[in-house]
């Protein structure tokens, strides 16, 4: 097969952790006779600083073009100071409204042998941490109006959250086939004590719920669902949520597996054409070291392959090999364990040489 991949480096560690899963890819083109065309595409504070516009159109029209698109990470302290709307990530909004990816899909999922690597009692850790959160994202007060005035010589700020039915019911409607094709439990999260939107989320919810039938519906508020995902985790097949509550439970999701390195996502829309990135910022703290970890943009671009390529026995190769890398002990240095006797068992590595092991153990 031939596909043409537009490959989004960014800021911060992007580059560093793009250029190990490409090394993946190629390994992989190689193996199973593909052939990968990658399109280098600017985008978040390297756009701003060559273009004058975290995403220019030229660049997004390229996006449109390929058949996906696989992106690191965008952002940094020194692009703080830019008005809101030339932000990087602006740009990264840009990009999902324009690609219509509606559909955001983070799986929470512990690696057996990085038990030891999550915060949370080894008691509530051994029941098993296995769920996915679908989350809305070109919608909710991330895509509302945004304001900063003047009233009466006191600024005051104002974002709108706003969310139609049509769009509640496509988003519901991922949530409830995702649950199918799992443990058949959907967790509605909304905070509909409180918000007009979350009532009409709750609503539009319940009315779906009719046509799964074999699917468990629950009604959650968001703030009781940040509490259990670190008391009963366990308990979640499927989560579906608004915008920025799915942002934040994810983040949070992503930290009780271990690490938030670890995580890949997947948004996809109408056609097969998807947005592919881990779910972590651009880690200025660590960029240009070479100890990022790259995991969870090889898991990203092992989701592009099974999902938007069809191509689940290579996908299932690169996660396979990851997990190789787990058993024979490398960590970065994110996953090593905190206990100094407990790490003595582990060889740390960098970003590359992770990179490295992951293509040694591809079968
Ligand atoms: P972050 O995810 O970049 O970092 C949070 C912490 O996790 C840091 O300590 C970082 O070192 C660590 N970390 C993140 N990824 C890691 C990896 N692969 N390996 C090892 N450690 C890792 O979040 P932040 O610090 O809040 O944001 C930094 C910048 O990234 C900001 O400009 C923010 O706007 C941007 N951001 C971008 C995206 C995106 O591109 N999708 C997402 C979130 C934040």
Same mark, same amino acid.
């Given at each position: ?23 993946v890819l ?11 065309h ?14 004058g ?8 029209k390229r996006?449109?073009?390929s !058949? ?27 990009l ?16 057996p ?7 949370l ?9 296995d ?7 070109i ?85 009781n ?25 994810? !983040?949070?999701?992503?930290?009780i ?27 200025? !703290? ?12 090889i ?7 099974r999902?938007?390529?069809?191509m ?11 997990s190789?890398v ?7 240095s ?5 206990d100094?006797?407990q790490?003595?068992?582990y ?17």
């Amino acid at each position: 097969m031939q596909k043409n991949i537009a490959v989004i480096r960014g800021d911060g560690i992007g580059p560093e952790i793009v250029e190990q899963a490409l090394k993946v890819l190629n390994k992989v083109a190689d193996a199973y006779s593909h052939t990968f065309h990658y399109d280098d595409v600017d985008m978040g504070g390297c756009a701003i600083d060559k273009w004058g516009d975290p995403l220019p159109e030229e660049m997004l029209k390229r996006c449109l073009a390929s !058949d996906s698109v696989l992106m690191g990470s965008v952002g940094g302290p020194k692009w703080d100071g830019v008005p809101g709307h030339m932000r990087p990530e602006k740009g990264l909004l840009r990009l999902r409204a324009g690609m219509g990816v509606y559909s955001n899909n983070r799986p929470a999922k512990i690696w057996p042998q990085l038990a030891g690597a999550s915060p949370l009692n080894p008691s509530i850790v051994e029941k098993g941490i296995d769920f996915i959160i679908v989350r809305e994202l070109i919608g909710g007060v991330y895509f509302g109006k945004h304001e900063t005035e003047d009233k009466d010589g006191q600024l005051v700020a104002t974002d709108t959250m706003s969310y139609s039915e049509a769009e509640i019911e496509r988003i519901g409607r991922i949530g409830f086939e995702t649950a199918q094709k799992r443990g058949k439990k959907l967790c509605s999260v909304e905070k509909s004590n409180v918000l007009d939107c979350s009532r009409l989320w709750k609503k539009v919810m319940h009315r779906l719920a009719d046509e799964y039938p074999d699917v468990e519906l629950s009604d959650m508020l968001v703030d009781n669902c940040a509490m259990q995902i670190v008391k009963n985790p366990a308990q979640f097949d499927v989560i579906v949520t608004e915008n920025m509550f799915g942002d934040i439970l994810s !983040d949070e999701a992503s930290m009780i597996t271990g690490s938030i390195g670890m995580i890949p996502s997947s948004s996809l829309g109408a056609t097969t054409c998807g947005l592919y990135e881990p779910i972590h910022g651009s880690a200025p !703290d660590i960029a240009g070291m070479d100890v990022a970890n790259p995991i969870g943009t090889i898991l990203s671009a092992a989701m592009m392959l099974r999902f938007s390529f069809d191509m689940a026995r290579e996908a299932d190769a690169i996660e396979a090999a990851v997990s190789a890398v787990l058993d024979a002990g490398y960590r970065t240095s994110d996953i090593m364990p905190a206990d100094p006797a407990q790490a003595a068992k582990y060889q740390k590595v960098g970003c590359s040489r992770m990179g490295e092991l992951i293509i040694q153990n591809l079968a």
